[in-house]
């Protein structure tokens, strides 16, 4: 979508710190850590939220979960634990419209979330 941010960062029209690309799935650091590991995993392919996904989604956001793993695990957190995240509209927070899915670690987390 031309006016969605997160497309712009995947077709590398802003710039973002890029930690993992394939063809289905980009991640990169959130411009606005809340944790002193944070990155968004997202399809390249646009999808507004995951209230909006369909039975053919489900194995692309699978995968999201899949490099979420792999990248907390590279960077040292698979035995301490992280935390993956996507907020789904209004009421969850969500404030960009293209499916994310947020991995955070290297601190502990409480629960339930604010
Ligand atoms: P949401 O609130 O939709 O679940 O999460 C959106 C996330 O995107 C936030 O954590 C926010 O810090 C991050 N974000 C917003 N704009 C940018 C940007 O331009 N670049 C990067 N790397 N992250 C962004
Ligand atoms: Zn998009």
Redesign the pocket.
């Known amino acids: 979508m031309s006016d969605c941010?997160f497309c712009k960062?995947c077709e590398g029209k802003?710039p973002?710190?890029i930690t993992y690309r394939d063809d289905d799935v980009v991640a990169?650091?959130?411009?606005?850590p809340?944790a002193p590991f944070h990155q968004?995993v997202i399809p390249t392919r646009h999808i507004a939220s995951l209230t909006q996904a369909k039975p053919e989604d489900a194995a692309l956001l699978g995968k999201l979960m899949l490099v979420a793993s792999k990248l907390a695990g590279e960077a040292g957190h698979g035995n301490s634990g992280f935390r993956v995240v996507m907020?789904a509209g209004p009421d969850a927070?969500?404030?960009?419209f293209h499916v994310?899915l947020?991995v955070l670690a290297g601190r502990s987390f409480g629960w339930p979330p604010g």
């Open positions: 941010l960062i802003i973002a710190t990169f650091q959130d411009i606005g809340k968004l907020n927070g969500q404030t960009v994310h947020h």
